[in-house]
């Protein structure tokens, strides 16, 4: 199974970004996928998830209204659609994914397999 995550860059407060994670190796279209972050000094932190049907979304609270997750089964991938970034959304972004058991999207355990990671840096 891999897990390819893109679209990490430098941007200026209030800007946008929009991550990709390519998924192979696993049936993608029955995978919950996430995304989570980790800034420098802290621990994995949940960003977003959505179920394996695309019908079911859940986001951190500092982030709901801003960024949208995404997922195209017909081509294994999952998109986290990034608005209004502020330098605290700083961090690697990595893309994750598991058959997550309702109430459980939000913890990293719940996720079996994960992507390399890329960087996002917001500057003031």
């Known amino acids: 199974v891999q897990l390819q995550a893109s679209g990490g860059g430098l941007v200026q407060a209030g800007g946008s970004l929009r991550l990709s994670c390519a998924a192979s190796g696993l049936a993608f279209s029955s995978y919950s996928m996430a995304w989570f972050r980790q800034a420098p000094g802290k621990e994995r932190e949940f960003v977003a998830a959505?179920?394996?049907?695309?019908?079911?979304?859940y986001y951190v609270d500092s982030v709901k209204g801003r960024f949208t997750i995404s997922r195209d089964n017909a081509k294994n991938l999952v998109y986290l659609q990034m608005n209004s970034l502020n330098p605290e959304d700083t961090a690697v972004y990595y893309c994750?994914?598991?058959?997550?058991?309702?109430?459980?999207?939000?913890?990293?355990?719940?996720?079996?397999?994960w992507g390399q990671g890329t960087q996002v840096t917001v500057s003031s």
């Open positions: 959505v179920r394996w049907s695309g019908g079911s979304t």
């Open positions: 994750a994914a598991g058959r997550v058991i309702s109430g459980t999207a939000r913890t990293p355990r719940a996720y079996n397999y």
